[in-house]
């Protein structure tokens, strides 16, 4: 698992996509994460992990500026991120809320293209840049035959796939999406992975998700964050963070981690009061 050590301004740049030093985030006077010293590896899937309550959303707002620190630092690709400007933030770090929701009428070709905002000016309006990256947004998300159709006549996995080309449409290296999986049944659930998977493959995105199924999270996930009311309680390969212990300190509930029959990852079996006869 991650520790921080001294390290140089370069070895952060070339190493991580994302850190924070001492970050405290909070609500009014309500503190959510407090001192966090935090790494996301460049180029791999990061996955946050933990409970509800303890900070994950909040994390994915401060790391994307959407919270001002109350204090502490959060760097993006090495620099401060509080002395960027928002246009330069949004060309390197795509932000997916959860449950987004869009004007109504709104078509899929024209919620893709707000992803280009950060490229426009006032002596620079719509280009044929623009209009290549969201078609090709729109390809790599298998949406360009739904370009045309109402966000609101959609299914839950299309419209994901949607949102996702949206901020492909951005093309930052770096995406931020809470709980992309949400209300979605399986077969879309895996859909929207595996869509982040390929491009994590093919184009070396670095992506941070919040997830809720730990068995998700440690297949689709290079790297694994357990937080708990928060704070970092393991960071690492999926294989060093899911242990029963951790389970049982962060989540609260006895548990069995086995190997995954199909993709050889740590596989969480939670033990509730109906168990199998002996």
Known sequence: MHRYSSETTQQIETTYALTTRKLTLAYDQTIIIQGLDLAIPTGQITALVGPNGCG???????????????SGVVYLNG??????STKAIARQLGLLPQS????????????????RYPY?????QWSKADELAVEEALVTTEMRELGDRSLDTLSGGQRQRA???????????????????TFLDLAHQIEVLDL???????QQRTIVMVLHDLNQACRYADNLIALQSGSVYAQGIPS???TAEMVQDVFGIDSRIISDPVSRTPMCI???RKVAPL
């Open 56 to 70: 994950k959303s909040t994390l994915l707002k401060g790391l994307g500026r959407l919270i001002k620190p109350q």
């Open 270 to 272: 939670p033990i509730g």
């Open 100 to 115: 987004p929701v869009a004007p109504e009428g709104l078509t899929v070709r024209e919620l893709v293209a707000q992803g």
């Open 163 to 181: 949102w996702i080309a949206m901020t492909l449409a951005q093309e930052t290296e770096i995406l931020l999406l809470d709980e992309p999986t």
């Open 196 to 202: 982040l998977y390929d491009l994590n493959q093919s």
């Open 79 to 84: 620099e401060a991120i509080a002395h960027q």
């Open 120 to 124: 426009q000016t006032w002596l620079q």
């Open 240 to 242: 060093k963070v899911m």
